[in-house]
């Protein structure tokens, strides 16, 4: 019996993968999934099993769970997409008689009014209706979403929709770690967690980096419309551009806003902090 890890070509699925072998997994329990095998190779040195699969090729998710005891179903990243994708995994999972999935929602995903909770509400009303245990995993937005975006802030300041709305935002490797700690463990069947860190508006993320940085580092709070425009012309396609442009929307209305401590909880230890989180990533940036 195995642990299977989709999406393991991609940033939170490496994490999460790496995570379990750190837990103690067995490298030869952890089966790595991914398109492009290629890029799981260091893995597969270690003794992690690789193998191809594809959301759009069910045949290939069937043979990739079979021997399955949990499964992280990590979401798909074709915006759009994700509700014939997920449709694919759940039917594969099922038909493999999966133990667990858990599957990385977005916070609030029942009563959140971003564009982007849509399929993954859908996605977590198939799960339900599939009979599979699960457990989901709804993670809040990435830090990484903003410190790889350190040299525009000291060149142009923060730009965005959020008005003074909080993101509780955290580590991509914070949200690995507590998959993985769901993964091994019992009683998680059936539990949502809304996972999320300390939050903080985008006045205070500017601050942070002026702070840091030594730079004249401000927000500049824009109409959706704009910011839709601005990300456009910077090179960001218009679809994804109103994207992004809606979550910060949402954000503005708290729906990337996370109460509780399911996330310190689940990893035993206090997240990466926004401050911890641009030290690692200014040397980079400037």
Do not use: C
């Amino acid at each position: 019996m195995s642990i299977v890890v989709t999406g393991a070509t991609g940033h939170l699925g490496r994490l999460a993968v790496e995570s379990l072998v750190r837990r103690g997994v067995p490298a030869d329990r952890v089966v790595a999934l991914g398109r492009n095998v290629s890029r799981l190779a260091d893995l597969e040195a270690r003794g992690v099993v690789v193998s191809a699969a594809d959301y759009d090729d069910p045949a290939s998710l069937r043979t990739a769970f079979a021997g399955a005891e949990k499964l992280l179903f990590v979401s798909g990243s074709e915006v759009g997409r994700r509700g014939a994708q997920h449709h694919n995994v759940v039917a594969a999972a099922r038909e493999a008689g999966v133990g667990l999935v858990a599957y990385t929602s977005i916070v609030k995903a029942d009563t959140s009014g971003l564009l982007l909770a849509a399929e993954h509400l859908a996605t977590e009303r198939e799960l339900d209706a599939s009979g599979l245990p699960y457990v989901l995993l709804r993670n809040g937005w990435y830090l990484e979403n903003y410190t790889s975006q350190l040299a525009t802030y000291l060149q142009h300041g923060v730009l965005g929709s959020a008005g003074d709305g909080r993101v509780s935002a955290a580590a991509r490797a914070d949200y690995a770690e507590a998959a993985a700690a769901v993964l091994t463990a019992e009683g998680h069947a059936g539990r949502v967690y809304e996972l999320g860190s300390a939050p903080f508006s985008m006045t205070d993320l500017a601050a942070e980096v002026a702070r840091q940085s030594g730079r004249d580092v401000g927000y500049t709070d824009l109409p959706v419309e704009k910011y839709t425009e601005i990300l456009v012309g910077a090179g960001v396609p218009e679809p994804y551009a109103a994207v992004l442009a809606d979550a910060d929307r949402g954000l503005s209305l708290g729906d990337l806003y996370v109460e509780g401590d399911d996330l310190r909880a689940l990893i035993g230890r206090e997240p990466t902090s926004l401050a911890e989180a641009v030290r690692a990533a200014l040397p980079a940036a400037r």
